[in-house]
């Protein structure tokens, strides 16, 4: 299967008074044609930078972006625009990113009117068509969005991002403002759609269970890097970096009387300003020693498909198979 999108060595830095701001740092993944890459970490890890980096609402401070077999890593504007049909984002306030003054069938027609793909009655069509697509009554065609529930705004979110057929959509935690229940709603309307057309996702989160549910690879960011990228199940199953690990134990279980093992993180989270040459997380690991605060550590292939940032990865992989 061919990768859509092929990420190497990006990195986005930030001005600020103190320096540079290490926001994303060295990171490289793949995500094959219409499939899922899941990135989780904790909050200001970098993971909606490394999103919006992708697809130039920031631009990269270096490093190189394919898309569908092209280098996009520098592109002037009119390139964006064409750019902008193949490549949507799905955000993560489904209120804040819509216009209040425009009523839903003006925000879905937005996009279409801009790159002038229909006009007239064939407007009002495929708007039509687009909200009977994510589950909008057509009874709400000229409602505005504070007369929605946040269910309903982030479906027209997910119609806008839509409307122009692209081939990738970065969801930068399209479900992390709803209630569960309605999760549960547009998850499932996501993943039908991805069937359906064929779509290809970068979904955001830090939730584990529905990056579980819906992500073919999973890939952990701690402090702007990569720390380890895998199968989907497989991280849930075998993981070797401390700080999975760690990330995974903190993932509630359902059952009352069962008792679950959970390491907590110690230590001072090191400063995304000037890191340095050291381990991101070598502050926080058990497992630290002298060379985790003198060498970054590079990305190494555990196993097939399995890549792990850490200088003790095989240590911890030969103290897992004795357990």
Avoid: W
Wanted: charged share 25%.
């Amino acid at each position: 299967m061919s990768n859509l999108l092929e990420v190497k060595n990006l990195k986005k830095y930030f001005k600020t008074n103190r320096g540079l701001l290490h926001a994303v740092d060295d990171v490289s993944f793949t995500i094959p044609r219409g499939k899922t890459l899941g990135i989780v970490g904790e909050s200001g890890c970098g993971k909606s930078t490394l999103g919006r980096t992708v697809i130039h609402l920031h631009e990269k401070t270096s490093g190189q972006i394919l898309f569908d077999g092209k280098d996009i890593s520098d592109v002037d504007k009119h390139q964006l625009k064409a750019l902008r049909e193949d490549m949507q984002m799905i955000f993560q306030d489904p209120f804040s990113s819509l216009n209040p003054r425009m009523s839903v069938s003006q925000l879905i027609a937005e996009p279409l009117l801009i790159y002038k793909k229909c006009s007239g009655k064939e407007l009002e069509q495929t708007v039509m068509q687009l909200m009977d697509t994510v589950g909008l009554a057509q009874r709400l065609y000229n409602s505005y969005p504070h007369e929605l529930d946040g269910g309903r705004r982030q479906r027209i979110g997910i119609a806008r991002a839509l409307a122009l057929s692209p081939k990738f959509i970065v969801c930068d935690e399209p479900v992390s403002a709803l209630d569960v229940s309605i999760q549960a709603q547009i998850i499932n309307l996501m993943q039908d759609l991805q069937e359906e057309h064929q779509l290809t996702y970068m979904f955001i989160t830090h939730d584990m269970s529905v990056v579980r549910h819906i992500s073919d690879d999973i890939m952990v960011m701690y402090l702007g890097m990569m720390v380890e990228c895998c199968d989907s199940e497989e991280i849930f199953h075998n993981r070797f970096h401390p700080y999975t690990k760690a990330l995974l134990d903190a993932v509630p279980i359902p059952q009352v009387r069962e008792k679950k093992e959970r390491r907590l993180i110690k230590g001072e989270i090191t400063s995304p300003i000037h890191p340095g040459d050291e381990c991101r997380f070598a502050k926080r690991c058990p497992y630290a020693d002298q060379i985790c605060f003198e060498k970054t550590p590079v990305s190494e292939e555990i196993c097939p498909g399995h890549f792990v940032s850490c200088h003790h990865v095989r240590e911890i992989n030969h103290l897992q198979e004795n357990k």
